[in-house]
């Protein structure tokens, strides 16, 4: 079985610009959420989308937006990029249906801005 | 205030010695769950152990265990044996909400480091 898939693995972007990320999950999975780690914050939640709704979402401004596809497939997106926002995004799947389930956790995205 | 407390920020350890990796929280809900994962410098997070607040017994995977002292909201990573592969960062999360309204939320880590 695959495991969760983020693309790309890195990308540099200038400040204003805007962002896309991309995260496929485990096949089966209809859960996927989306975690921002930095040095200073450590890892912090910021959304989970499921059967393609936003289900929870974290303290983040709306320049952070998500999506989710009927193939369980997601993106992230943030908008007017700011430095602040380099960081490593990591996305998670499961199956949605406890909340004792494990995550599993792709490789992440390290995004730069410059 | 932290929510999760990881006291130690690294840990050096001998190859072969069990290890004990802290970590305190803190809420007031009765219903919560408490995970481990472990980082390596790849970056994915792996999921190592999870530990419910009702569970009666300490929850045990493999060469991990969990010492769970509920009255004082410690988790605390036991790690048996440890090998040169276990060297990567640790994380405490905590699963506070009900239902499907929930979110982790995560300690600051503990990096650990085996030595030959």
């Known amino acids: 079985k695959a495991g969760v898939t983020q693309t790309p693995r890195y990308l540099i972007k200038t400040r204003g610009q805007q962002v896309t990320l991309s995260c496929s999950p485990i096949s089966g999975h209809r859960s996927v959420s989306w975690y921002q780690q930095t040095p200073g914050q450590g890892l912090q939640f910021l959304f989970e989308y499921f059967s393609e709704t936003q289900r929870n979402k974290g303290n983040f401004p709306g320049r952070f937006s998500g999506r989710q596809f009927s193939n369980s497939r997601s993106e992230m997106n943030v908008s007017t990029l700011e430095l602040g926002d380099s960081a490593l995004y990591l996305c998670?799947?499961?199956?949605?249906?406890?909340?004792?389930?494990?995550?599993?956790f792709g490789s992440g995205t390290q995004l730069s801005v410059l | 205030a932290q929510k999760i407390t990881q006291t130690q920020p690294g840990m050096f350890v001998q190859e072969k010695e069990a290890v004990t990796l802290d970590c305190t929280y803190d809420?007031?809900?009765?219903?919560?769950?408490l995970f481990w994962y472990k980082q390596p410098s790849s970056g994915e997070m792996i999921f190592l152990i999870y530990q419910g607040s009702y569970d009666q017994q300490n929850a045990t995977e493999g060469r991990y265990s969990l010492n769970f002292q509920k009255a004082r909201k410690s988790a605390n990573l036991v790690i048996s044996a440890s090998q040169l592969g276990d060297s990567a960062m640790y994380f405490c999360a905590m699963r506070e909400g009900h239902g499907s309204n929930y979110q982790l939320i995560w300690g600051a880590g503990t990096k650990l480091i085996i030595k030959p």
């Open positions: 998670a799947s499961s199956l949605g249906q406890a909340t004792n389930e494990k995550l599993f």
């Open positions: 809420t007031s809900d009765p219903s919560y769950g």
